[in-house]
DNA sequence: CTGAATCATAAGAAAACTCTAATATGATCA
DNA sequence: TGATCATATTAGAGTTTTCTTATGATTCAG
């Protein structure tokens, strides 16, 4: 039935998932939450620790996280009154990873 | 004086350069542009040749447009009347294949 | 149980984004 | 020149996103 399509690229595919595109890149295109999550590639961090490195309002946060877990590219583990928050979405990290790429790399600490 | 980096990632970078990454994913996180941005990988097409891909008014595409010459994102090139749109920013190409890789490939027409 | 600490939620204001409707610009052609 | 075609721009309305402020929930220590 259907046949191997290995064209080089076929990016049209993005033409039927439109919708879905544009509401994956909106949950990125902030920039609390890009902090966030690029914060959280390779480890898990409290909101605390989050908090200490982003510069918002402890609300602002929290809505910003109940839209990532909302959009599953988050996920929680409570120990004690300390929540942990980890990546749970690799298309995510993909993404991060490629914009990174974008940036000139900075002197590491 | 500088090292060589080479850990696998270093997505904190991105921390660096939260606001323009926000501002680079803003242009790209809307349904008309995707579908523009789309449609011109590989090719040139006319603002008419997108109205008929496009389900958008007139006004409402050309204001896109415009927002995505001011992104550098894409250029033109004018024919007499016809002005030709092409994609000018390998960024872009760049996430729109990778976005591509996220959806399941369609059958080619 | 009381209080403090950590995190979440909710309502409304403010800001940013997108569309509608009307009009303008530039090119071609009779 | 005047009409028409292709595209752009503008003002304002409508919608969505984000923030502010106040309050709620849960856990732990004493």
Redesign the pocket.
């Known amino acids: 039935m259907s046949v191997i399509t290995n064209e080089p690229e076929r990016t049209e595919v993005i033409l039927e998932h439109a919708n879905e595109a544009e509401h994956f890149l ?1 949950q990125l ?2 920039k ?1 939450r890009l902090m966030v999550l690029t914060s959280l590639v390779g480890k898990e961090l ?3 620790d989050l ?1 200490t490195r982003i510069d ?5 946060l ?6 990532l877990r909302e959009a599953k590219m988050v996920a ?1 583990r ?1 120990d ?4 942990y928050y980890r990546l749970t979405d690799e298309r995510v990290h993909k993404v991060l990873g490629l914009i990174n790429t974008f940036y000139p790399a900075s002197m590491p600490d």
Chains 1, 2 share one sequence.
């Open positions: 909106k295109a902030n609390t409290s909101v605390s908090l918002v309002t402890q609300p602002v929290s809505q910003h996280l109940a839209l929680t409570r004690g009154q300390v929540i």
